[in-house]
């Protein structure tokens, strides 16, 4: 079993009298990184939010009930909590009334967990975002070099831990994953009103990965309003299937200063999406792949270091572009991604050097790779 991230962070916040929030896409390993805490523990209860029995158990329940369900039990888990009509205030009874209770929730809508906890729970829990399997865990699991090895298959089948774990059924995995969990949440939200016009505008996201999204162009090319567009594309961040980066903009005129590039979380999913598994030598696109595949990596790194880091791209009316900017304690670093070095020098563009001239400036490679990904 590959041991996450999360596993030591979760471990040092238990049984401090608040309840423990996990939440992130379907089958990037909740469940899993659960046994592996609890598996030894007696006295667990486990709860989960996809059973009819249990969301019925818990439509009118009181805290004397609560009381007898959870027995002796001194560890409750709740799987799937946002599918539980009004869990928060259910599950401020059991912080609030049951002590020496170590809740643990886990949610796959970050919109619709957050709306029913957050209010309930103030104060009463600590939050934890999951993703797919890193390039910092796989190499702990296997080895540095093991894991550069890998990268083209890994832009190409990504990081869920199933894919991962079964090499060989990557596709088959994927196109289950996409077609059976990917849409699952998101449908069940109440602003999904056409589902199959968010199947297009995915493949459509998933075609401009790296280039500058227009929710007006968008929308024209699959039938919605730019604000039914921005809706959707708000619901599937909140489903941890994509993210937005701005642009970055201070010093010049010309710099744009509205615009928005969509990244997948997960480049396995990204590619089941419009059904391309092509080999990375064969791709026309193996550039935009490496883009949001490093950068991807990079904010799941962020996230679980818990560093307090500002992303944007930047570009200006003439062109000139820099793919990834960061801002940790007021310092700009700026990045381009090169999956092919060697063709030609990157150099920072002029204009940017002279605005921002204590920035500094890397060209990230499959060579180098290492470097942004394994550091703060």
Not at 28 to 46: A, H, I, P, Q, R
Not at 76 to 92: C, F, H, S, T, Y
Not at 199 to 213: E, F, K, R
Request: glycine share 4%; hydrophobic share 40%.
């Amino acid at each position: 079993m590959i041991e996450r991230i999360l596993q030591s962070k979760i471990t040092s916040f238990l049984n401090k009298g608040k309840a423990i929030v996990i939440v992130g896409a379907r089958q990037v390993g909740k469940s899993t990184l659960l046994n592996s805490l609890f598996e030894k523990t007696d006295n667990v209860l486990w709860l989960t939010g996809d059973e009819v029995d249990v969301v019925n158990l818990f439509e009118n329940i009181t805290s004397t009930r609560l009381k007898a369900l959870i027995g002796k039990n001194n560890i409750v888990i709740i799987d799937e909590a946002q599918l539980i009509p009004n869990i928060g205030r259910k599950l401020k009874l059991i912080t609030d009334y049951i002590k020496n209770v170590q809740l643990v929730v886990t949610g796959s809508s970050a919109f619709e967990l957050a709306n029913k906890l957050n209010e309930p729970l103030t104060g009463r829990k600590c939050e934890f975002k999951m993703y797919p399997l890193t390039f910092m865990e796989m190499i702990n699991h296997t080895s540095l070099l093991e894991e550069k090895r890998m990268i083209p298959h890994r832009m190409i089948y990504g990081y869920y831990p199933e894919v991962v774990s079964n090499p060989g059924n990557e596709q088959n995995i994927l196109k289950e994953l996409s077609n059976s969990y990917l849409y699952k949440d998101i449908f069940q939200l109440d602003n999904i009103a056409k589902p199959e016009k968010l199947v297009t505008l995915l493949q459509a996201l998933s075609h401009q990965i790296g280039q500058q999204v227009s929710y007006n162009e968008i929308g024209q090319l699959v039938g919605l309003d730019s604000k039914t567009v921005e809706k959707y594309i708000d619901a599937l961040e909140k489903c941890y299937v994509v993210f937005r980066l701005g642009s970055f903009s201070r010093n010049l005129r010309n710099e744009l200063k509205f615009s928005r590039k969509i990244y997948f979380w997960d480049m396995g999913i990204r590619n089941a999406v419009i059904g391309n598994f092509s080999h990375i030598e064969n791709r026309m696109d193996v550039g935009a792949i490496w883009e949001n595949f490093v950068i991807a990596e990079r904010m799941k790194l962020h996230s679980y270091q818990n560093v307090f880091t500002n992303h944007w791209f930047w570009r200006t009316q003439q062109q000139k572009e820099i793919d990834f900017i960061e801002e940790v304690d007021g310092i700009l670093s700026a990045y381009e991604f090169k999956w092919n070095a060697k063709k030609k020098t990157t150099k920072c563009p002029e204009s940017f050097r002279k605005s921002y001239p204590n920035a500094i400036f890397s060209v990230i490679t499959e060579d180098n790779v290492e470097d942004f990904l394994l550091s703060e």
